[in-house]
């Protein structure tokens, strides 16, 4: 198993260009989730989705969307991307249900915003 | 608002020590804590998770105890090697009434060295 994969690992955007970062988890996990992790600040929830087809807001969701449409995958999207922005990004996800609901992590995608 | 702070921030220590890493929350109705260390440059990888019902949960030189009423964890690390150093991360997911999913929110991890 692959467990949680993020693509891409690096990248730079200017401010006001879009992208989209990938996870895809292959553990049939019902819960993902999008963080970042910024100095000082520790890991913050910006989404997360609790099956396929559903989303939901974190602590940070402003300035992104997310899409659910393959219980695999669940992506993040920057439509006008700002400097604040600037961080490093992780994907999560965890078994359905409150009983066993360790969250695996992806390796992490390093995101510059100039 | 559940507040997570973990002490010391950082901590330097001679190989073969024994070491305690502390976390701390506001908010005690929690329903479990995970610890995770942060290679530099790497995503998290899960090292302990303590159900709320749990006192404590071992893996091999790490033990990890949960003391729900006073709201604080701890990481006891047994014979640090060099290769122990890491950033280590401590979450703990809060009981969301009617819903099975619970925030899970983060202290700002102790930067452990351990050098030989």
């Known amino acids: 198993n692959a467990g949680v994969t993020q693509t891409p690992k690096f990248r730079v955007l200017k401010t006001g260009q879009s992208m989209t970062l990938l996870c895809a988890q292959d553990?049939?996990?019902?819960?993902m989730y999008w963080y970042r992790q910024d100095p000082g600040m520790g890991l913050r929830l910006i989404h997360y989705?609790?099956?396929?087809?559903?989303?939901a807001k974190g602590e940070v969701p402003d300035g992104y969307n997310v899409s659910r449409l393959k219980k695999q995958n669940f992506l993040l999207g920057l439509e006008s991307a700002a400097p604040s922005q600037t961080s490093v990004y992780f994907c999560?996800?965890?078994?359905?249900?409150?009983?066993?609901?360790?969250?695996?992590f992806g390796p992490g995608t390093r995101l510059t915003v100039l | 608002k559940q507040e997570v702070t973990q002490i010391p921030a950082a901590l330097s220590v001679p190989e073969g020590e024994n070491l305690v890493l502390n976390c701390s929350f506001t908010?005690?109705?929690?329903?479990?804590l995970q610890w995770f260390r942060q290679d530099p440059g790497k995503g998290l990888t899960s090292l302990l998770l303590?159900?709320?019902?749990?006192r404590e949960q071992t893996s091999g030189r790490l033990n990890a105890s949960l003391d729900k009423s006073s709201g604080r964890s701890t990481l006891y690390i047994a014979a640090s090697q060099p290769g122990d150093s890491a950033t280590y991360l401590c979450?703990?997911?809060?009981?969301?009434?009617?819903?099975?999913?619970?925030?899970?929110?983060f202290g700002q991890g102790t930067i452990l060295t351990v050098h030989p």
């Open positions: 999560a996800s965890s078994l359905t249900g409150v009983l066993y609901n360790e969250q695996f």
């Open positions: 553990m049939n996990h019902e819960y």
């Open positions: 989705s609790v099956g396929e087809g559903t989303t």
């Open positions: 908010d005690s109705a929690i329903y479990n």
């Open positions: 303590i159900q709320s019902s749990q």
């Open positions: 979450a703990v997911r809060l009981r969301a009434g009617g819903t099975s999913y619970g925030k899970l929110t």
